[in-house]
């Protein structure tokens, strides 16, 4: 972190704990904080009215945490304001997202959402409104500047870490990012923000769809997409053993909620068949011929340093958050990635596969095609 004192910074202050403890060694380090809370999501203005989970369509979430952000913000001596990119999430995040799961496939929408919105959206209003070339946010992430360049590094805590999601972001975006709880792990973040008697230390961590929080989401799909119904067909006999109400609202290697109770073995997505609506399955037992693959390719790929500099160095790539590293040999072929790995489940298309070397993530691209 900067430790240049009297710089202006503008803090993405979300009303979770991480943000908050964010908040707090920002100003420590001597800088003049500016809280922004967003919001990017609106139930009304975006046809948001199935799939709430119990009483929680009646709480309005973003009004919650937007006090708790007010809470943090008198209790650090930090002026907190708040904007709305809800038009910007809905054309540059949301309407994708709906499109690639009317193609079948699964996309995630957090990643799109750092790229467009938390660094893009807020980092224009921060430089217009602030006056400012500084932002911060509650990321488990790093940033390094050496050889006139700006890398993007794992944050310490590799449980925690969320370069992941980070994978589009730029050159111009990382120069101005600043993630304070880097080298934090979670427990000692929470146990600060107790210290400090912070009245979040202990909130739940957000869960579910970036800015739109946790759903039953097939339900939350059906705002959007029409049910369909059609079959569900196990691959390894060809028989029809149930009923699926769209295959949008399934994901390859997805176990649960499949209807099909009774049956004497687990059974997993493997195949989605668009044109006939048709959605297979396998039973656990042969999970690994069907749902097993040694290559993929990826397109849309962001090389957030100049790919050259990577090109003798132990390349892995990782598929899911939170998955363990996997070494990987690739080849750039035009615009397009190809990548070799050992033999690994549920390679999803419509996915991101991010690519690291040691600390450093090398940035990332949407799975377009699985062998």
Not at 94 to 117: R, S
Not at 148 to 154: H, I, M, P, S
Not at 236 to 242: A, D, E, V, Y
């Amino acid at each position: 972190m900067d430790k240049t004192h009297n710089k202006q910074i503008v803090l993405a202050m979300s009303g979770g704990v991480d943000s908050s403890v964010a908040c707090y060694l920002l100003k420590k380090e001597g800088y003049t904080v500016n809280g922004l809370f967003m919001k990017n999501w609106d139930r009304y203005l975006n046809y948001d009215f199935k799939g709430y989970i119990n009483n929680q369509n009646k709480i309005c979430d973003s009004q919650k945490d937007f006090n708790d952000a007010k809470s943090v913000a008198k209790k650090l001596n930090v002026d907190i304001e708040y904007i709305e990119f809800i038009t910007n999430y809905w054309d540059k995040v949301f309407k994708y997202v709906i499109k690639e799961y009317k193609n079948g496939n699964t996309p995630n929408p957090d990643i799109l959402c750092n790229k467009y919105i938390k660094f893009g959206s807020f980092l224009k209003y921060a430089k217009r409104h602030f006056k400012t070339n500084l932002i911060a946010t509650g990321h488990y992430a790093n940033v390094e500047y050496k050889n006139n360049q700006y890398y993007l590094k794992k944050a310490l805590c590799e449980e925690k870490d969320q370069t992941y999601f980070l994978c589009w972001l730029n050159q111009e975006q990382l120069s101005h990012i600043v993630f304070p709880i880097g080298k934090m792990s979670k427990t000692h973040v929470r146990s600060l923000a107790k210290k400090i008697k912070l009245n979040n230390w202990n909130k739940k961590s957000s869960s579910g769809i970036c800015f739109i929080g946790e759903r039953k989401f097939n339900k939350f799909l059906e705002n959007y997409i029409k049910p369909k119904i059609g079959n569900i067909v196990n691959i390894s006999t060809n028989k029809i053993i149930g009923k699926h109400n769209g295959i949008m609202f399934y994901t390859i290697g997805q176990n649960k909620s499949l209807g099909l109770g009774g049956m004497k073995e687990k059974y997993y997505v493997c195949k989605k068949e668009i044109k006939k609506n048709i959605l297979y399955v396998v039973p656990e037992a042969k999970k690994s011929k069907y749902l097993s693959s040694t290559k993929c390719e990826l397109s849309h790929f962001n090389w957030i340093n100049d790919y050259k500099q990577w090109k003798n160095q132990k390349i892995q790539v990782r598929f899911r958050h939170r998955q363990k590293l996997i070494n990987c040999n690739l080849k750039i072929c035009k615009s397009k990635i190809i990548i070799k790995y050992k033999k690994t489940l549920m390679v999803t298309k419509g996915q991101f596969a991010v690519l690291y070397s040691g600390d450093f993530c090398l940035g990332g691209g949407i799975i377009t095609k699985v062998f």
